[in-house]
C-alpha cells in the first residue's frame, strides 16, 4: 500500500523559512515523478513543484520560483521542500502526491503552513 | 498559468446523474489527452478518480466516467449516491517546463 507522510508545516513569520518532508513507502521512490501541491484556506489545488526520479530534472510554479526549493534523498525514500522568504500567500495546507500516468496518483494527509507575524 | 474554468456547484438527487465540465486552453486540455479528476471529502486529501481523459485507477466505481471534447473535459457521475458529495477537481498537462500542471477551479457536487 502506498503511503505519504507529510511533516514540517507549522507557523512562520513572513519572512522566514520552513523545510517539509514527506515520507514515502509501499513503492519504489527512486523511479517516480513527485511532487508538491498546496490548497489555501477554503480555496482550490494549486501545483506547486515537481521532481524527477533521480533529482536530475526540478520544476516550479512562477509564484514559488527562486524562494522554494524541491529535493529528494532516494536513500530514505523522502522528499523535501525547502520554503525561504515565505509571505502570507504561501498559507496552505501542502500535499505531497506521486505521479502516475500523467496524473496524481497517490496523495498525502497534508500538512500546513501558516505565515503570519 | 490560468486555472480552468469549472462551475462553483452542481447537484443532483440519489440515483440520477450529474456532469461537470472543465474548460480550458488548446495549450493545456486540448493539446494532450492527459486530464484528471480528482475527488476531495471535507478536510480529506485528494483521490484520483479518472486519468488520461477516461481511465479509472483500480477500486473506482464505474459509476465515474470522463470525457473530452476539444478543450473542454467532462466527468460524469452516475447514479447519484450520498457518498459523493464532495469538490471535485480536474487537472491537465500543459507541457511548459514552468507550471506543466493546471488545476481547475473546483466544483461542490451536493446530493440532494
Known amino acids: 500500500e502506498v503511503q505519504l507522510v507529510e511533516s514540517g508545516g507549522g507557523l512562520v513569520q513572513p519572512g522566514g523559512s520552513l523545510r517539509l518532508s514527506c515520507a514515502a513507502s509501499g513503492f519504489t521512490f527512486s523511479v517516480h515523478w513527485m511532487h508538491w501541491v498546496r490548497q489555501a484556506p477554503g480555496k482550490g489545488l494549486v501545483w506547486v513543484s515537481r521532481?524527477?526520479?533521480?533529482?536530475?530534472?526540478?520544476s516550479y510554479a512562477d509564484s514559488v520560483e527562486g524562494r522554494f526549493t524541491i529535493s529528494r534523498d532516494n536513500a530514505k525514500n523522502t522528499l523535501y521542500l525547502q520554503m525561504n522568504s515565505l509571505r502570507a500567500e504561501d498559507t496552505a495546507v501542502y500535499y505531497c502526491?506521486?505521479?502516475?500516468?500523467?496524473?496524481?496518483?497517490?496523495w498525502g494527509q497534508g500538512t500546513l503552513v501558516t505565515v503570519s507575524s | 498559468q490560468s486555472a480552468l474554468t469549472q462551475p462553483p456547484s452542481a447537484s443532483g438527487s440519489p440515483g440520477q446523474s450529474v456532469t461537470i465540465s472543465c474548460t480550458g486552453t488548446g495549450s493545456d486540455i486540448g493539446g494532450y489527452n492527459y486530464v484528471s479528476w480528482y475527488q476531495q471529502h471535507p478536510g480529506k486529501a485528494p483521490k484520483l478518480m479518472i486519468y488520461?481523459?477516461?481511465k479509472r485507477p483500480s477500486g473506482v466505481p464505474d459509476r465515474f466516467s470522463g470525457s473530452k471534447s476539444g478543450n473542454t473535459a467532462s466527468l460524469t457521475v452516475s447514479g447519484l449516491q450520498a457518498e459523493d458529495e464532495a469538490d471535485y477537481y480536474c487537472?491537465?498537462?500543459?507541457?511548459?517546463?514552468?507550471?506543466?500542471?493546471?488545476f481547475g477551479t473546483g466544483t461542490k457536487v451536493t446530493v440532494l
Open positions: 487537472s491537465s498537462y500543459a507541457g511548459k517546463n514552468n507550471s506543466p500542471y493546471v
Open positions: 521532481i524527477n526520479g533521480d533529482g536530475s530534472s526540478r
Open positions: 488520461e481523459v477516461s
Open positions: 502526491a506521486r505521479e502516475e500516468n500523467v496524473a496524481f496518483a497517490d
